[in-house]
């Protein structure tokens, strides 16, 4: 096929003995109607092409009703395709103008893989009007996975090897992602999106506890602070308080995911980072866990962390610094309550170390103007 490229000779083996055949066909008909654009639609597509339709005739009763406690019993897998079906709809919430837009859009795809061949396996017949049993179970499950990927995505991401975001999170800094400084953040950029069935399962919060880091496609879910015994793990949708204000966060949210959050980010009205506290010694008592904490101790033990981990970038020393990130991190998370310029910083910090350990790299161009 001369209209995609694959990352691989395993992947591409893969995609031809898959969803690939199908596709292939269609992609001239996506560029034209700007659904390539759709990573929605797409990945809506591409969950039931990567699965021949006897796989969902077979185990046409695992996709009859989504049961919203599945995996609470049973072991959970996320290879399993049931765990894609389960994820949260917000069925109940959807008004007429989006079930009739979903529906047209699945009787789209839904017509798309009957002039492909998909269904040639399990009937002879022309496509027409009238659908067979295989094609109405597809025709449901496009339009169920529509509704379930429009909240359950994340977005597979590269980084730059020559370019970073400064402490602002709005200034690019021409300069290698090996050399970055406290504060500062490795750059991403998209290349692809996936629904990863158990980190779909983590609920949001705009002061989050873990980062995630990719392999290829592979998605590393990776602690950025002690989390206690009974703490909830969570996620961050795109709505974090270090760069985004609360009434921001709360209307991007309800657009894109549709919730009110109500982390203890937005219910204590965390500030943006410029106005987070960054001085040990001069934080009220109530900001610490303990009664009693040496502020001096922990500054002096703080800023010795931060001189090492300086030392590290200028010689290149990665593992010796994500080590002082972690203790940083545990030192801060022992001690001080959020917010803090600190907690930002680490995670800022243990992200960038992960993902320079990534094969997922690239270079920013910079004759391209930005958008």
């Known amino acids: 096929c001369s209209d995609v490229n694959f990352c691989s000779l395993s992947c591409r083996t893969q995609a031809l003995q898959s969803f690939h055949k199908y596709e292939c066909r269609l992609t001239h008909v996506f560029q034209q109607t700007g659904i390539k654009d759709l990573p929605l639609l797409v990945l809506a597509f591409r969950a039931v092409s990567q699965q021949p339709v006897e796989y969902f005739v077979k185990n046409r009763d695992k996709f009859s009703v989504p049961d919203s406690k599945f995996g609470v019993e049973d072991k959970y897998s996320s290879q399993d395709y049931s765990t894609v079906f389960n994820l949260c709809t917000h069925q109940d919430r959807r008004d007429s103008a989006d079930i009739h837009s979903k529906t047209i859009f699945a009787c789209f795809l839904l017509r798309c893989l009957q002039e492909t061949g998909y269904f040639k396996s399990v009937t002879s017949e022309a496509p027409g009007l009238k659908l067979t049993d295989a094609e109405a179970l597809i025709g449901r499950l496009l339009k169920h996975f529509l509704d379930c990927i429009q909240f359950n995505t994340h977005t597979v991401e590269t ?34 999106g996936g629904v990863y069935p158990t980190l779909a399962l983590v609920n949001h919060s705009c002061d989050p506890n873990f980062v995630i880091v990719f392999w290829g496609r592979t998605a590393v879910a990776v602690a950025s602070r002690s989390i206690f015994k009974g703490q909830e793990i969570n996620d961050n949708y795109g709505a974090n308080y270090a760069n985004m204000t609360a009434p921001d966060r709360k209307k991007f949210l309800e657009k894109s995911h549709w919730f009110t959050c109500g982390c203890v980010a937005c219910k204590n009205n965390f500030p943006e980072y410029p106005k987070c506290p960054k001085d040990f010694k001069k ?89």
């Open 159 to 192: 980084i730059y090897e020559n370019r970073v975001v400064a402490w602002d999170t709005e200034t690019r800094l021409w300069k290698s992602f090996t050399r970055i400084n406290i504060g500062d953040s490795i750059e991403t950029d998209r290349i692809g």
């Open 283 to 371: 934080l009220p008592g109530s900001a610490f866990k303990h009664k009693r904490c040496d502020r001096q101790k922990l500054n002096r033990d703080v800023e010795s962390m931060k001189k090492d981990i300086k030392v590290c970038v200028s010689k290149q020393e990665h593992e010796r610094m994500y080590d002082n990130y972690l203790k940083w991190s545990e030192l801060v998370d022992n001690l001080v309550i959020p917010p803090h310029q600190d907690f930002i910083n680490i995670r800022k910090g243990i992200r960038s170390c992960l993902f320079k350990l990534s094969p997922n790299k690239c270079r920013a161009r910079d004759d391209v103007k930005e958008e």
